[in-house]
């Protein structure tokens, strides 16, 4: 699975980062770093990631665009 | 009735099973000056941008208006960063972030999902066979107090000290206008006073031999900003112990009682743990376990929504209505758990969210998917349950369901 962040939208709030640690990174207080491809034994931490965004700016499967799934 | 009474009526304990009906009376009337000198708001749009505004102050020194209920103020203890502005806050929460969450710490939260795990299975285990279970007693208390225990490398047998130091502070909180407030107040102030000392000796106890919790870590930790002081310390320990269990107690408990009054939806979530993350969003939108942030104060004369509120007023955001705003949510008096866009503000918002949101959410999610299955068979043996006091920090004080 792809993903992608919205990072218009994103803004900071880390939750993503402590929910699936291998695939989000932060550098320094607020730059956002991640894995766009989702390793399969991570899904599971990324679609709690992706139902914790505040501002719902990370993007899975279609929704990361065409191929996405 | 007059929009001037609606603080009043809403903090009115004969309103704590059902608030919704006076957070839409709330939105229609926009935003009224109450007969004790607050305001109110209710709306998204206006509470999700006042979140936002460095205009507002979190620290109750900046009050003009003489609070109706003052909460207790510490001789001996500075404020917790809950309570503090930037750029104090701001260095206080870093600071304790250090040993919680990213950058410093990003596993942290993930790492606790096994010990979750187990304290949950082996909660919703004892359950087995019962004819009658109180949900909050049972299930949704030791879990999260158990956690934040550990967490913090509170002693397990210390947990019913823990609890009583809790209950005496949050009984402060509650508005109860038929109390005399003083002994609640005093009561709190001594419960504060002691569980500072207790944690502040723990930590004490750890420096320079760090054994794995946070208490030791704030006590170990030197980063490039130095560390917290004693007090700072011992202020920072005592919100984490209670804000670390309190509020997701009741997300637990409004989440057990919300879905067994969907039962279809019960059923569903039971078979499909997937959806249990976005469930809990949908949890905190709908029954939010903090329903308003009463400790805002503008720094100067601010307008919102065409209303100025001056310098100085309580001003009141109603996170609780906020998510019921129809004109950001669809059909909002739905619990929908697959509910789309769903940017809830029952964690605050901006630099004050919630500290602790990322473990509430786990927790909340690993207990509903231990507990869910237990439920077969239960019902509601009342309905509303009984309710804890506080408007503020508002769910059940007992949840009893019985088989049948």
Redo the contacts between chains.
């Keep these: 699975m792809r993903i992608v962040v919205d990072l218009n939208r994103c803004q900071g709030?880390?939750?993503c980062?402590?929910?699936?640690?291998e695939v989000f990174?932060?550098?320094?207080?607020e730059a956002l770093m991640y894995d766009p491809a989702v390793p399969d034994g991570q899904l599971?931490?990324v679609?709690?990631a992706v139902?914790?965004c505040?501002?719902?700016a990370v993007l899975a499967g279609e929704r990361a665009g065409p191929g996405g799934g | 009735m007059s929009p001037q009474t609606l603080f009043r009526r809403i903090t009115d304990y004969a309103h704590r099973a059902d608030p919704y009906p006076l957070y839409a009376e709330l939105r229609a009337n926009g935003v009224v000056r109450q007969e004790d000198g607050s305001y109110l708001v209710g709306t998204y749009d206006e509470v999700a941008a006042l979140l936002h505004d460095p205009r507002l102050s979190s620290d109750r020194r900046n009050r003009t208006e003489p609070d109706q209920r003052p909460l207790p103020v510490r001789d001996d203890l500075p404020p917790s960063f809950i309570g503090l502005d930037d750029p104090e806050h701001d260095r206080l929460r870093r600071l304790t972030m250090r040993s919680f969450g990213p950058p410093h710490s990003p596993g942290t939260v993930d790492a606790l999902h096994t010990g979750i795990t187990a304290i949950a299975d082996e909660l919703a285990g004892a359950l087995h066979g019962r004819d009658r279970i109180d949900i909050v007693d049972d299930f949704a208390y030791p879990l999260p107090v158990t956690v934040i225990c550990r967490l913090l490398g509170v002693p397990a047998g210390d947990v019913p000290r823990v609890r009583a130091w809790t209950t005496a502070i949050i009984a402060a909180l509650d508005f109860a206008p038929e109390q005399d407030p003083e002994p609640l107040q005093e009561a709190a102030l001594a419960a504060q006073r002691e569980m500072a000392g207790y944690l502040g000796s723990l930590a004490e106890g750890r420096r320079g031999g760090p054994s794995g919790d946070m208490l030791s870590a704030l006590v170990n930790d030197d980063g490039p900003e130095g560390t917290l002081t004693g007090p700072e310390l011992m202020s920072t320990a005592v919100l984490l112990l209670i804000a670390g269990h309190e509020t997701t107690v009741n997300l637990i408990a409004n989440g057990a009682l919300t879905l067994l009054r969907h039962p279809d939806l019960l059923v569903r979530l039971r078979e499909a743990p997937e959806l249990v993350p976005q469930a809990v969003e949908e949890l905190l939108r709908y029954e939010p376990p903090v329903q308003f942030l009463p400790q805002r104060t503008p720094l100067t004369d601010i307008e919102v929504a065409g209303v100025t509120v001056p310098r100085g007023a309580p001003l009141v955001l109603v996170l609780a209505s906020a998510n019921r705003d129809p004109l950001r949510f669809p059909d909002p008096d739905r619990f929908d758990p697959m509910r789309e866009h769903n940017q809830h503000l029952g964690f605050g918002g901006g630099a004050h969210s919630c500290f602790g949101a990322p473990l509430a959410r786990i927790e909340t999610q690993i207990a509903l998917n231990a507990l869910l299955p237990r439920l077969e068979g239960f019902r509601l043996a009342e309905d509303p349950p009984p309710y804890r006091r506080s408007p503020v920090l508002r769910g059940p004080r007992r949840l009893p369901v019985v088989r049948g």
């Design positions: 709030y880390a939750q980062v402590f929910l699936a640690p990174e932060l550098h320094g207080e599971e931490r679609a709690r139902a914790a505040p501002v719902g």
